[in-house]
Protein backbone atom coordinates (compact mmCIF):
# COMPACT_ATOMS: atom_id res chain seq x y z
CA UNK A 1 0.00 0.00 0.00
CA UNK A 2 1.73 3.31 -0.99
CA UNK A 3 2.39 5.60 1.81
CA UNK A 4 0.27 8.55 2.36
CA UNK A 5 1.90 11.92 0.47
CA UNK A 6 3.54 14.30 2.65
CA UNK A 7 2.27 17.69 2.37
CA UNK A 8 5.93 19.48 1.69
CA UNK A 9 9.32 18.00 -0.23
CA UNK A 10 11.52 15.40 1.14
CA UNK A 11 14.96 16.35 0.61
CA UNK A 12 17.92 14.11 0.65
CA UNK A 13 21.53 14.83 0.51
CA UNK A 14 24.14 11.82 -0.99
CA UNK A 15 27.80 12.35 0.51
CA UNK A 16 29.58 10.70 -1.98
CA UNK A 17 32.67 9.73 -0.46
CA UNK A 18 34.67 7.98 -3.28
CA UNK A 19 37.20 10.46 -3.58
CA UNK A 20 36.47 11.07 -7.82
CA UNK A 21 36.60 6.83 -7.58
CA UNK A 22 34.54 5.40 -10.49
CA UNK A 23 32.11 3.49 -8.83
CA UNK A 24 28.07 2.34 -8.88
CA UNK A 25 27.32 2.88 -5.19
CA UNK A 26 26.00 6.58 -6.24
CA UNK A 27 24.00 5.52 -8.85
CA UNK A 28 22.08 2.63 -6.67
CA UNK A 29 21.10 5.12 -4.16
CA UNK A 30 19.41 7.34 -6.98
CA UNK A 31 17.82 4.86 -8.24
CA UNK A 32 16.48 3.26 -4.83
CA UNK A 33 15.03 7.01 -4.37
CA UNK A 34 13.65 7.11 -7.76
CA UNK A 35 12.07 3.61 -6.73
CA UNK A 36 11.19 4.71 -2.94
CA UNK A 37 9.52 8.44 -4.55
CA UNK A 38 7.20 6.47 -7.31
CA UNK A 39 5.94 4.00 -5.25
CA UNK A 40 4.80 6.45 -2.49
CA UNK A 41 3.71 9.28 -5.11
CA UNK A 42 6.51 11.29 -2.56
CA UNK A 43 7.78 15.04 -3.75
CA UNK A 44 11.20 13.64 -3.33
CA UNK A 45 14.66 15.11 -4.24
CA UNK A 46 18.00 14.53 -3.52
CA UNK A 47 21.19 16.35 -4.49
CA UNK A 48 24.95 15.10 -4.48
CA UNK A 49 27.53 16.36 -2.66
CA UNK A 50 31.52 15.44 -3.42
CA UNK A 51 32.60 15.36 -0.33
CA UNK A 52 36.08 14.36 -0.21
CA UNK A 53 36.95 15.06 -3.78
CA UNK A 54 35.78 18.55 -3.73
CA UNK A 55 35.21 19.07 -0.19
CA UNK A 56 31.30 19.34 -0.48
CA UNK A 57 28.76 19.90 2.43
CA UNK A 58 25.34 19.82 2.40
CA UNK A 59 23.93 22.20 5.12
CA UNK A 60 20.75 21.32 7.40
CA UNK A 61 17.94 22.32 5.02
CA UNK A 62 17.97 18.55 3.97
CA UNK A 63 15.69 15.48 5.72
CA UNK A 64 17.32 12.95 4.68
CA UNK A 65 21.13 11.93 4.85
CA UNK A 66 23.30 8.87 3.14
CA UNK A 67 26.94 8.79 3.01
CA UNK A 68 28.66 6.26 0.72
CA UNK A 69 31.54 4.12 1.05
CA UNK A 70 34.67 5.15 -0.39
CA UNK A 71 38.79 3.88 -1.01
CA UNK A 72 41.52 4.07 1.44
CA UNK A 73 41.94 4.10 5.21
CA UNK A 74 39.42 5.33 7.58
CA UNK A 75 42.50 6.21 9.90
CA UNK A 76 44.65 8.23 7.52
CA UNK A 77 41.88 11.31 6.84
CA UNK A 78 41.81 12.35 10.56
CA UNK A 79 42.26 15.96 10.50
CA UNK A 80 41.92 16.33 6.95
CA UNK A 81 40.11 19.59 5.88
CA UNK A 82 37.07 17.68 4.35
CA UNK A 83 37.00 15.42 7.45
CA UNK A 84 36.80 18.24 9.80
CA UNK A 85 33.63 19.48 7.67
CA UNK A 86 31.99 16.39 7.59
CA UNK A 87 31.59 15.56 11.22
CA UNK A 88 30.84 19.23 12.09
CA UNK A 89 28.21 18.26 9.75
CA UNK A 90 27.58 15.19 11.75
CA UNK A 91 27.78 17.49 14.99
CA UNK A 92 25.17 19.64 13.97
CA UNK A 93 22.89 17.23 12.67
CA UNK A 94 23.27 15.20 16.46
CA UNK A 95 22.50 18.60 18.01
CA UNK A 96 19.34 19.83 15.97
CA UNK A 97 18.28 16.03 16.57
CA UNK A 98 18.77 16.99 21.02
CA UNK A 99 16.48 20.54 20.02
CA UNK A 100 12.87 20.60 20.28
CA UNK A 101 12.22 20.73 16.65
CA UNK A 102 10.38 17.78 15.89
CA UNK A 103 11.31 17.31 12.46
CA UNK A 104 14.31 15.63 12.81
CA UNK A 105 17.36 14.53 10.26
CA UNK A 106 18.06 10.84 9.58
CA UNK A 107 21.37 9.35 8.48
CA UNK A 108 22.49 6.27 6.94
CA UNK A 109 25.90 5.47 6.87
CA UNK A 110 27.56 3.03 4.02
CA UNK A 111 31.08 1.18 4.75
CA UNK A 112 33.65 3.71 4.85
CA UNK A 113 31.71 6.27 6.39
CA UNK A 114 30.79 3.40 8.99
CA UNK A 115 34.14 3.33 9.40
CA UNK A 116 34.48 7.25 10.10
CA UNK A 117 31.33 7.09 12.75
CA UNK A 118 32.85 3.67 14.39
CA UNK A 119 36.09 5.66 15.03
CA UNK A 120 34.24 8.69 15.92
CA UNK A 121 32.42 7.56 18.68
CA UNK A 122 35.56 5.18 19.48
CA UNK A 123 33.16 1.93 19.21
CA UNK A 124 35.95 -0.25 18.41
CA UNK A 125 39.39 -0.94 16.81
CA UNK A 126 39.59 -0.42 13.25
CA UNK A 127 42.25 -2.37 11.61
CA UNK A 128 43.37 -3.21 7.92
CA UNK A 129 42.38 -6.78 6.81
CA UNK A 130 44.97 -9.33 5.45
CA UNK A 131 43.01 -10.30 2.49
CA UNK A 132 40.05 -7.77 0.97
CA UNK A 133 37.01 -9.29 1.62
CA UNK A 134 34.53 -8.94 -1.59
CA UNK A 135 31.64 -10.95 -2.20
CA UNK A 136 27.90 -11.50 -1.57
CA UNK A 137 28.26 -13.20 2.24
CA UNK A 138 25.39 -13.71 5.28
CA UNK A 139 25.23 -11.07 7.74
CA UNK A 140 24.06 -12.31 11.11
CA UNK A 141 21.99 -10.35 13.48
CA UNK A 142 22.62 -9.78 16.51
CA UNK A 143 19.71 -9.87 19.47
CA UNK A 144 19.31 -5.95 18.97
CA UNK A 145 19.62 -6.75 15.29
CA UNK A 146 16.22 -8.69 15.62
CA UNK A 147 14.21 -6.19 16.79
CA UNK A 148 15.36 -3.53 14.28
CA UNK A 149 13.14 -2.35 11.88
CA UNK A 150 15.43 -1.60 9.69
CA UNK A 151 15.69 -5.45 9.60
CA UNK A 152 12.44 -5.72 8.84
CA UNK A 153 11.52 -8.76 6.19
CA UNK A 154 14.85 -9.53 6.20
CA UNK A 155 16.16 -13.55 7.53
CA UNK A 156 18.93 -14.22 10.04
CA UNK A 157 21.30 -14.07 8.16
CA UNK A 158 20.37 -12.16 5.19
CA UNK A 159 22.74 -11.55 2.26
CA UNK A 160 24.65 -8.52 1.17
CA UNK A 161 27.61 -7.29 -0.29
CA UNK A 162 30.57 -7.14 1.52
CA UNK A 163 33.51 -5.08 -0.21
CA UNK A 164 36.16 -4.02 2.18
CA UNK A 165 39.86 -3.17 2.53
CA UNK A 166 38.96 -1.81 6.58
CA UNK A 167 37.06 -3.26 9.36
CA UNK A 168 35.98 -2.64 12.82
CA UNK A 169 36.51 -4.87 15.06
CA UNK A 170 36.51 -5.87 18.96
CA UNK A 171 33.18 -3.81 19.91
CA UNK A 172 33.58 -1.07 22.89
CA UNK A 173 30.64 -2.52 25.12
CA UNK A 174 30.89 0.06 27.22
CA UNK A 175 31.26 2.67 24.70
CA UNK A 176 28.17 0.84 23.14
CA UNK A 177 26.05 1.42 26.83
CA UNK A 178 27.78 4.67 27.86
CA UNK A 179 26.56 5.84 24.44
CA UNK A 180 22.89 4.57 24.24
CA UNK A 181 24.40 2.57 20.98
CA UNK A 182 23.28 -0.75 19.47
CA UNK A 183 25.42 -3.41 17.65
CA UNK A 184 22.94 -4.72 15.29
CA UNK A 185 24.61 -7.38 12.63
CA UNK A 186 28.45 -9.26 12.78
CA UNK A 187 29.66 -10.90 10.04
CA UNK A 188 29.73 -14.62 9.96
CA UNK A 189 31.82 -16.78 12.61
CA UNK A 190 34.31 -18.61 11.01
CA UNK A 191 35.52 -21.47 13.28
CA UNK A 192 38.82 -22.38 10.96
CA UNK A 193 39.93 -19.26 11.23
CA UNK A 194 41.56 -17.61 13.92
CA UNK A 195 40.00 -13.98 13.49
CA UNK A 196 37.66 -11.85 15.07
CA UNK A 197 34.38 -10.92 13.86
CA UNK A 198 33.68 -7.70 11.99
CA UNK A 199 30.78 -5.24 12.97
CA UNK A 200 28.41 -5.39 10.22
CA UNK A 201 26.03 -3.15 11.41
CA UNK A 202 25.38 -0.10 14.57
CA UNK A 203 22.47 1.96 15.69
CA UNK A 204 24.11 4.77 16.27
CA UNK A 205 20.36 6.87 17.55
CA UNK A 206 16.82 6.82 16.70
CA UNK A 207 18.40 8.43 13.85
CA UNK A 208 21.12 7.37 12.46
CA UNK A 209 22.37 3.62 11.49
CA UNK A 210 25.20 2.16 9.48
CA UNK A 211 26.26 -0.31 7.82
CA UNK A 212 29.98 -1.85 7.12
CA UNK A 213 28.49 -4.10 4.14
CA UNK A 214 26.69 -2.31 1.35
CA UNK A 215 22.90 -2.79 1.00
CA UNK A 216 22.35 -0.50 -2.08
CA UNK A 217 24.42 -3.00 -4.12
CA UNK A 218 22.46 -4.05 -7.63
CA UNK A 219 22.59 -7.89 -8.37
CA UNK A 220 23.61 -7.24 -11.89
CA UNK A 221 26.07 -4.86 -11.54
CA UNK A 222 27.24 -7.23 -9.13
CA UNK A 223 27.23 -9.60 -11.14
CA UNK A 224 29.58 -8.07 -13.90
CA UNK A 225 31.87 -7.24 -11.08
CA UNK A 226 31.78 -11.22 -10.09
CA UNK A 227 33.00 -12.16 -13.65
CA UNK A 228 35.91 -9.91 -14.10
CA UNK A 229 39.33 -12.16 -13.85
CA UNK A 230 40.60 -10.14 -10.85
CA UNK A 231 37.97 -9.56 -8.52
CA UNK A 232 37.11 -13.56 -9.05
CA UNK A 233 40.88 -14.37 -8.45
CA UNK A 234 39.74 -12.44 -5.17
CA UNK A 235 37.04 -14.62 -4.03
CA UNK A 236 38.20 -17.93 -5.00
CA UNK A 237 41.97 -16.81 -3.25
CA UNK A 238 39.37 -15.78 0.08
CA UNK A 239 37.11 -18.49 -0.01
CA UNK A 240 37.15 -21.05 -2.29
CA UNK A 241 35.79 -21.54 -6.03
CA UNK A 242 32.60 -23.28 -4.57
CA UNK A 243 31.85 -20.48 -2.58
CA UNK A 244 32.33 -17.73 -5.53
CA UNK A 245 29.91 -20.59 -7.86
CA UNK A 246 28.03 -20.23 -5.11
CA UNK A 247 27.70 -16.36 -5.11
CA UNK A 248 26.69 -16.47 -8.41
CA UNK A 249 23.63 -18.25 -7.85
CA UNK A 250 22.39 -16.43 -5.16
CA UNK A 251 22.24 -13.19 -7.74
CA UNK A 252 19.27 -15.70 -9.44
CA UNK A 253 17.92 -15.85 -5.68
CA UNK A 254 15.56 -12.76 -5.59
CA UNK A 255 15.34 -13.60 -1.98
CA UNK A 256 18.67 -13.01 -0.91
CA UNK A 257 20.96 -9.97 -2.60
CA UNK A 258 18.16 -8.17 -4.26
CA UNK A 259 15.52 -8.53 -1.44
CA UNK A 260 18.22 -6.56 0.62
CA UNK A 261 18.36 -4.01 -1.60
CA UNK A 262 14.84 -3.85 -2.10
CA UNK A 263 14.18 -3.85 1.73
CA UNK A 264 16.54 -2.21 4.02
CA UNK A 265 17.12 1.38 2.57
CA UNK A 266 13.70 1.82 1.36
CA UNK A 267 12.66 0.65 5.26
CA UNK A 268 15.08 3.39 6.58
CA UNK A 269 13.34 5.90 4.19
CA UNK A 270 9.96 4.59 5.57
CA UNK A 271 11.10 5.70 8.97
CA UNK A 272 12.23 9.08 8.70
CA UNK A 273 9.48 9.94 5.75
CA UNK A 274 6.50 8.36 8.33
CA UNK A 275 8.45 10.71 10.92
CA UNK A 276 8.12 13.68 8.98
CA UNK A 277 4.53 12.82 8.25
CA UNK A 278 3.68 12.53 11.77
CA UNK A 279 5.26 16.06 12.79
CA UNK A 280 3.47 18.17 10.20
Known sequence: MPMAKTGRP???AILDLYDGLENDAIR?????LERYKAKNDLELTYELFEVRKRCEMPGLEFDIYIASGGPGSPLDTEGSEWEKKYFNL???????NLSDDPQKKYGFFVCHSFQLMCRHYKLGYINERRTTS???????KTSAG?????????????????SRC???IHPNEKQFTDLGMQLLAIEKERPHIDLPQAMMAVRYSDYFIGTQFHPEADPEVMRAMLLKPHKKKEVVDEHGLDKYNEMLELLDDADKLAHTQNTMIPNFLDEAVLSLQEDE
Do not use: C, M, R
Not at 28 to 32: A, C, G, K, V
Not at 134 to 140: A, Q, R, T
Open 10 to 12: IKV
Open 28 to 32: SFQDI
Open 90 to 96: IGELENH
Open 134 to 140: FGILPVH
Open 146 to 162: LNEPVFDDLTDPFYAVD
Open 166 to 168: WQV
